[in-house]
């Protein structure tokens, strides 16, 4: 009989175990098979790979653990790269608990955003492409001259406007101070305005704080 299809966290389980053993093929051709627990982060678990790795042949050959990132086979029966390193086991929708540990190709930046505009519309990007629906082909055709505008009004206002692009203002909704800053007030009648600070030392290290 053929496996039911499964929308849990690994094929035909709906919780993955709260420990499982991972597969995890390195890129010197050595099969590590690591516990792990299900809420483990990816970054934790290649740590934890690349310890344990020597202790097998050809370690030599690896290069730092940095330069690598996770793949696996999804339950939609794609290849998908994990570069968010901080997604735990059990988000990854894994067919099997098998891990391959490869040099990333391409433009990371780039395959990020793709992965991301993914999960926002509901579909890979390279499927998206294959869509002749008008209706489709005209929305993203109208987006993309929105983006440009808003690019090219971003560029035009200078240093200032990519600024407060970056870094937006925090805007309050109300003119009222909060209650916690008006008490600091000092509404003496020679200034009115003056903001009462207090400064506390926290600790055995020194560290200073406001109060």
Not at 97 to 116: A, Q, S, Y
Not at 199 to 210: I, P
Request: contains cysteine; aromatic residues 8%.
């Amino acid at each position: 009989m053929p496996p039911r299809p499964s929308s849990g966290e690994l094929w035909g389980l709906h919780l993955m175990p709260p420990r499982i053993m991972v597969d995890c093929c390195l890129p010197n051709g050595i099969l590590v098979t690591l516990e792990c627990l299900r809420e483990a982060a990816l970054l934790g678990i290649k740590h934890e790979l690349f310890r344990e790795a020597q202790k097998y042949p050809l370690s030599h050959l690896l290069q730092d653990e940095s330069c690598y990132i996770f793949v696996g086979v999804t339950q939609e029966a794609e290849r998908e790269e994990f570069f968010d390193e901080s997604r735990r086991l059990c988000d990854l929708r894994l067919f099997q608990p098998i891990l391959k540990v490869i040099e990333p190709v391409g433009n990371r930046e780039e395959k990020i955003l793709n992965r991301e505009i993914g999960f926002a519309i509901g579909m890979p990007v390279c499927e998206l492409e294959l869509v002749k629906d008008p209706e489709v082909q005209d929305f993203r055709r109208s987006i993309l001259a929105v983006c440009r505008e808003a690019v090219e009004t971003r560029e035009a206002g200078g240093p200032h406007s990519q600024a407060l692009y970056v870094y937006p203002p925090n805007v309050e909704s109300s003119a009222e101070l909060p209650k916690h800053v008006y008490c600091k007030l000092d509404c003496g009648e020679e200034n009115p305005k003056l903001l009462r600070l207090g400064f506390v030392c926290h600790g055995a290290e020194g560290k200073w704080g406001l109060e």
